[in-house]
């Protein structure tokens, strides 16, 4: 009884084993989802990089959440006179900022859920990646489109040497903010839609570039054309570049960044991070972004509405 009672050693049990196990699941495998979370942030920012440097945008303004930003119109300036006797008191000059309007500037929240039966059928290549640049570019657009929003809205139309198509209108433009910021050196920046520089870019050959998910080309004058679908045909837009300013909630350094583990770089346009979500059998795309492009003054936005070339006779 005693005999059978014996248990057999397992004699393979106790051998040398080789280290490290075969497919063990190690920390590069394991990160991989914060390597793309890297190298989505890399490219949305270096697109916005881009885009601010092809614009002329030098202004940054790191904010926080829930600021509310002003709007600024041409101050009033009340001089007082300037012939003061030697030793009088010298009177008191007022400026009165104008405030157009306010836009209060949000973290905004976005998350993509991706099963793990479509990563099972087509590959996490194009379940996740190919759905993470399309969830990235529509947050691009509504930065452009709160942008385009602020410019068409606060523009003031100008008629200042009727325009005679779009050549007509980019000079109008340039002539009228050079007449507004006539106190310093300005670059101009057109906004436009297609088809009104259509023709243009047919007849002289002109090349475009793309920065931000716009296309654009720089005039001989040195004007920046911009064009887009999301501003109105019939019209062109036209501010200075150093009348538009970039406002950001920064995603990666901030308490929220830290806290929730998100990536991002050292701009901290948007923050990001991928994580699995166990219970549904699905990958998780987490992106936050508190993004602001607007005119610090509106009344430095002009509006030159397009008219027809005249055939030549």
Avoid at 38 to 55: G, N
């Amino acid at each position: 009884m005693t005999e059978k009672r014996k248990l057999k050693l397992n004699l393979q049990h106790f051998a040398a084993q080789d280290f490290p196990e075969g497919n063990l699941q190690t920390v590069p495998n394991l990160d991989n989802f914060k390597e793309k979370s890297i190298d989505y942030v890399y490219r949305f920012e270096e697109s916005l990089k881009s885009f601010q440097e092809a614009i002329g945008i030098s202004r940054m303004m790191p904010v926080q959440s829930g600021m509310t930003i002003e709007l600024m119109g041409k101050p009033t300036v009340d001089l007082a006179d300037g012939n003061v006797a030697e030793g009088e008191i010298i009177p008191l000059s007022k400026v009165t900022p104008a405030v157009k309007d306010t836009k209060k500037i949000t973290l905004k929240k976005y998350r993509k859920s991706t099963t793990g039966e479509s990563i099972q059928t087509y590959g996490a290549d194009q379940a996740v990646s190919y759905t993470d640049d399309a969830l990235i570019k529509e947050v691009q657009k509504g930065i452009r489109t709160d942008l385009f929003d602020l410019v068409q809205s606060g523009a003031a139309q100008t008629n200042l040497n009727a325009a005679n198509g779009l050549q007509g209108a980019l000079a109008t433009s340039w002539g009228a903010l050079q007449t507004i910021f006539e106190d310093d050196t300005i670059r101009v920046v057109v906004f436009a839609h297609p088809m009104d520089v259509a023709q243009a870019i047919a007849d002289k050959k002109l090349s475009l570039e793309t920065a931000f998910g716009l296309n654009y080309y720089t005039d001989a004058t040195g004007t920046v054309v911009f064009t887009s679908t999301q501003v109105a045909q019939g019209s062109v837009y036209a501010t200075a570049a150093e009348n538009l300013v970039i406002a950001y909630i920064p995603a990666g350094s901030s308490d929220l960044g830290v806290q929730f583990g998100l990536t991002s770089d050292d701009t901290g346009f948007i923050g990001m991070k991928h994580f699995l979500h166990n219970e549904s059998l699905t990958q998780q795309t987490l992106l936050v972004s508190g993004v602001l492009m607007f005119p610090e003054r509106l009344d430095g936005v002009v509006q030159v509405p397009l008219t027809e070339t005249e055939p030549v006779a």
